[in-house]
C-alpha cells in the first residue's frame, strides 16, 4: 500500500531530523521552506517537494504537520488566505509537534473541524538524534480516531507514543512537564552557584544530594555541566523562559495562580532579556554564579 503524503512545516534542529526519519522510512514529503534554507534544501536532496505555501502544502497532503517554536509561528501558518486552513479538506488530519498554548491549540481545533479535518497536539520528547532514529516520545491529543488513522506514522516517529484524550492534553501535560523541569533546573543551578560562594565543592555537593530522594535526571543533566562542562540538554534558554512562561499562562487562562512558576520564570526571563538566551540551560550555572547578588 502507498504511504500518504506528508506535508511538513517547520524545518529546524527537530523538524528537519523528523523528515529524515519519515523519508528514510518511504513517506512522500512536501515541506515548507522559511529563511534558513539549510533544512529545506536538505530535503529536496533527498527527494522532497517544495511547497510555495502553506495552502499549497495542506491541498497536496493527506497528513500536514507543524514543528514551530510558538502558538504565534502555528497561528500564522494555519491562518490567512495562505494558509493550513485554506487549504485544508475534510478527513484530513493537522498535527502540531511544538510546545504551544492549550488555549491556541483548542482554537485552531475547531477551526478545522468546521472544514471536516482533525487536528491534533502532539508534543515531543527528546532530542534530534533520537527523531532521525524514529525513537522521540510522542505526546498526541485529539480525536481517537484522527489518532487511530496517523498512528502508524507517529510509530515511525517515536519509539513511546501516548494517547492522552481530549485536545489539548497534549500540550497541558508537556507545560506541566517543562515547567517542572525547568523550575528544578534553575534551582540545582543555583545551588552549585551557592556552592561555590559558601566554599563547598560542587561535586561533594552532588555527591550528597544525589544519595537521595533529589536525584534525578535533570539534576544529572546539571551537574555533568556544573562539573565537566559537559552538555546533554541542548535546550535553550529562550526557549525554556518561553515554555514556563506559556505554563503560567495555562494556568491563568483556567483560573489559577501558579505559585512556583514565578521564580524561574523570572530568572530565565532575566537571562534571556539580558542576552543569554542562546546558552544551552545547564549553562545557566554561569549565569547563576555571575548573577548572584548578595542584599
Same mark, same amino acid.
Given at each position: 500500500?502507498?504511504?500518504?503524503?506528508?506535508?511538513?512545516?517547520?524545518?529546524?534542529?527537530? &523538524?528537519?531530523?523528523? #523528515?529524515?526519519?519519515?523519508? %528514510?522510512? =518511504?513517506?512522500? *514529503? $512536501?515541506?515548507? @521552506?522559511?529563511?534558513?534554507? /539549510?533544512?529545506?534544501?536538505?530535503?529536496?536532496?533527498?527527494?522532497?517537494?517544495?511547497?510555495?505555501?502553506?495552502?499549497?502544502?495542506?491541498?497536496?497532503?493527506?497528513?500536514?504537520?507543524?514543528?514551530?517554536?510558538?502558538?504565534?509561528?502555528?497561528?500564522?501558518?494555519?491562518? &490567512?488566505?495562505?494558509? #493550513?486552513?485554506?487549504?485544508? %479538506?475534510? =478527513?484530513?488530519? *493537522? $498535527?502540531?509537534? @511544538?510546545?504551544?498554548?492549550? /488555549?491556541?491549540?483548542?482554537?485552531?481545533?475547531?477551526?478545522?473541524?468546521?472544514?471536516?479535518?482533525?487536528?491534533?497536539?502532539?508534543?515531543?520528547?527528546?532530542?534530534?538524534?533520537?527523531?532521525?532514529?524514529?525513537?522521540?516520545?510522542?505526546?498526541?491529543?485529539?480525536?481517537?480516531?484522527?489518532?487511530?488513522?496517523?498512528?502508524?506514522?507517529?510509530?515511525?516517529?517515536?519509539?513511546?507514543?501516548?494517547?492522552?484524550?481530549?485536545?489539548?492534553?497534549?500540550?497541558?501535560?508537556?507545560?506541566?512537564?517543562?515547567?517542572?523541569?525547568?523550575?528544578?533546573?534553575?534551582?540545582?543551578?543555583?545551588?552549585?552557584?551557592?556552592?561555590?560562594?559558601?566554599?563547598?565543592?560542587?561535586?561533594?555537593?552532588?555527591?550528597?544530594?544525589?544519595?537521595?530522594?533529589?536525584?534525578?535526571?535533570?539534576?544529572?543533566?546539571?551537574?555533568?555541566?556544573?562539573?565537566?562542562?559537559?552538555?546533554?540538554?541542548?535546550?535553550?534558554?529562550?526557549?525554556?523562559?518561553?515554555?514556563?512562561?506559556?505554563?503560567?499562562?495555562?494556568?491563568?487562562?483556567?483560573?489559577?495562580?501558579?505559585?512556583?512558576?514565578?521564580?524561574?520564570?523570572?530568572?530565565?526571563?532575566?537571562?534571556?532579556?539580558?542576552?543569554?538566551?542562546?546558552?544551552?540551560?545547564?549553562?545557566?550555572?554561569?549565569?547563576?554564579?555571575?548573577?548572584?547578588?548578595?542584599?
Amino acid at each position: 500500500m502507498s504511504k500518504p503524503t506528508i506535508g511538513f512545516i517547520g524545518l529546524g534542529l527537530m &523538524g528537519r531530523a523528523m #523528515v529524515e526519519c519519515l523519508q %528514510k522510512a =518511504g513517506y512522500p *514529503v $512536501i515541506a515548507l @521552506g522559511n529563511r534558513d534554507r /539549510s533544512g529545506i534544501e536538505e530535503a529536496i536532496s533527498r527527494g522532497a517537494t517544495e511547497a510555495a505555501s502553506a495552502r499549497e502544502l495542506a491541498e497536496g497532503s493527506d497528513i500536514v504537520m507543524l514543528c514551530m517554536g510558538t502558538s504565534d509561528h502555528v497561528e500564522s501558518r494555519i491562518y &490567512g488566505d495562505d494558509g #493550513v486552513l485554506a487549504g485544508t %479538506k475534510s =478527513g484530513q488530519v *493537522v $498535527i502540531d509537534f @511544538g510546545t504551544s498554548l492549550p /488555549s491556541s491549540t483548542t482554537k485552531i481545533g475547531a477551526d478545522l473541524a468546521e472544514k471536516g479535518a482533525a487536528y491534533l497536539d502532539a508534543p515531543l520528547g527528546r532530542t534530534p538524534a533520537h527523531a532521525v532514529d524514529g525513537k522521540l516520545n510522542i505526546m498526541c491529543a485529539g480525536d481517537k480516531d484522527a489518532y487511530d488513522k496517523v498512528k502508524p506514522v507517529l510509530d515511525d516517529l517515536g519509539e513511546n507514543v501516548f494517547h492522552l484524550g481530549d485536545l489539548g492534553n497534549g500540550h497541558k501535560i508537556k507545560l506541566m512537564n517543562n515547567f517542572f523541569a525547568m523550575t528544578t533546573a534553575m534551582a540545582m543551578s543555583e545551588v552549585f552557584a551557592v556552592s561555590d560562594k559558601v566554599g563547598v565543592p560542587r561535586q561533594m555537593v552532588y555527591d550528597v544530594m544525589a544519595a537521595g530522594p533529589n536525584h534525578s535526571g535533570m539534576m544529572d543533566f546539571i551537574k555533568n555541566y556544573a562539573t565537566d562542562g559537559q552538555i546533554d540538554l541542548a535546550f535553550s534558554v529562550a526557549n525554556a523562559a518561553k515554555d514556563v512562561g506559556y505554563y503560567k499562562q495555562m494556568a491563568e487562562n483556567f483560573g489559577v495562580d501558579s505559585r512556583m512558576a514565578g521564580c524561574a520564570d523570572a530568572t530565565l526571563r532575566a537571562a534571556r532579556d539580558g542576552g543569554s538566551g542562546d546558552l544551552n540551560v545547564p549553562e545557566m550555572v554561569d549565569w547563576m554564579t555571575k548573577n548572584l547578588e548578595s542584599k
